[in-house]
């Protein structure tokens, strides 16, 4: 399982995710629910998604440090401002919201079942490994953070 481990990037296996929500949704048209609560839902989600990966980004950038997701042990800097006071993963939590977003927006409850599994996935062979190498790079530091701040929400 470690072959699978910082291999795809986030970004990537958002796409990969809402293609597969969009096969599911195609297979199984006749589960869709009618009723403009969808877009309206799709759009919020949305919405916050983008303020969660631009503000994740813009820490990273004002601390210096990488946003390469498939190098953590480039990060030269352990950031725990704005948003990061909050969620470790913004990004990460924007591109949660992207799928549900996506999987609103679609109105088909079966491709709902992608989002647990994109969290599920990005959890084991994304974050955990990055907390790996960053606890390795910043020992303490990085460790009373985790203590402080929670991975998602």
Known sequence: MRALELKIPPAVLVLLTAALMWLIDQGWPGFRISGTWSQWASLG?????????????????????????TRPERASSVVTSGIFRYTRNPMYLGFALLISAFACKLANPLTAVMVPLFVAYLTRFQIQPEEAALSERFGQQYLDYQLQVRRWL
């Open 45 to 69: 989600l949305s919405g916050l998604a983008l303020l969660c990966v631009v503000a994740g980004v813009i820490g990273f950038q004002r601390a210096q440090t990488t946003v390469d997701p």
